[in-house]
Structures are given as C-alpha cells and as structure tokens.
C-alpha cells in the first residue's frame, strides 16, 4: 500500500479541490477558524502558498488531502487536512509522515509546530501518534511540536 500513497507540490490546477476540502463542514468545525472561506479569499490564501511547502496527498493517484507548512524563521506550522472519502483510516497519519521524510531529506534540523482544538481528539492523537509533544495549552487550544535533530 505504501508505493499507492505520495505527496507531490500543489499545483495551480489543485485550487478548487483544495478550496472544497478547506469549506468542508467537519474541516470548518476542525479549523481554529470555523467560518466559511470565500472563493475570492481562498484564492488569495493559495496563491501566497502554493509554491511553498505545500504538497497534495495521493492515494492510487487520487487527490485525498493536503498537507502544508508554514515556514517562519526556523520553525515550520503545520496545516493538514483530508477529503472525507479518506478520514477515519489513519490517512492524515501517513500524510504527515511522508512530508516528514520528504523534510528530512531536505533539512538538517526540523522543528514542526501544530495548533490543535483541544474538541479535536483525532487530529491530537494522530500527531502524538507522530512524536508531536503537547507543549502548552491555552484557550481551548493545545500546541505541539515536533523535532528531529542531525548530526
């Protein structure tokens, strides 16, 4: 199963999948912003973004989510989220670790940040699931990090 599943860099034509995934009501409810995404908006949101770290999740060459970062200075924050045909089988998982093999290739030191709603359990036990530490908590909001260091 693992050869069916991949990243590769978010390309222009992804705007619309990706602009259904973000409007997705349990991916609303999930987001730390629950309000809908204009289109007008979103468009904004990828064109800054879609030549970063941003990559679109495949399985058998279907588009199933995307995973982003956000670089800032030397920490990364994490953005992800899936199609609802690929929640609930450890997708977001697998996703994330394959950006993460991706990162180590590129990078000596990885320092990864997420932001979670404490309500979302599945995305809390799915990125400790990954080595993400619980870090702080505030407001109903838990951060993790996540880090690797070469030598």
């Known amino acids: 199963m693992r050869n069916q599943l991949k990243i590769r860099k978010v390309r222009f034509d992804d705007i619309h999948f990706i602009y259904n995934i973000r409007n997705d009501r349990l991916t609303r409810l999930s987001s730390l912003n629950n309000k809908k995404i204009s289109f007008k908006n979103h468009k904004i949101w990828f064109h800054k973004n879609w030549n970063s770290f941003f990559y679109l999740f495949l399985v058998k060459d279907n588009s199933a989510g995307y995973v982003k970062l956000k670089k800032n200075n030397n920490i990364f924050l994490l953005n992800y ?7 609930g089988k450890k997708y977001s998982h697998k996703m994330i670790l394959l950006l993460i093999y991706k990162l180590e290739q590129q990078l000596k030191n990885i320092h990864i940040k997420a932001i979670v709603k ?18 702080y908590s505030l407001y109903g909001k838990i951060f ?7 030598k």
């Not at 989220?81 to 929640?87: I, P």
């Not at 404490?118 to 870090?135: A, E, G």
Request: aromatic share 12%.
């Open 81 to 87: 989220a899936l199609h609802k045909r690929y929640r």
């Open 118 to 135: 404490k309500k979302n359990i599945r995305s809390l036990r799915n990125l400790q699931s990954i080595n993400f530490r619980k870090y």
């Open 144 to 150: 993790l990090k996540y880090q690797t260091q070469k």
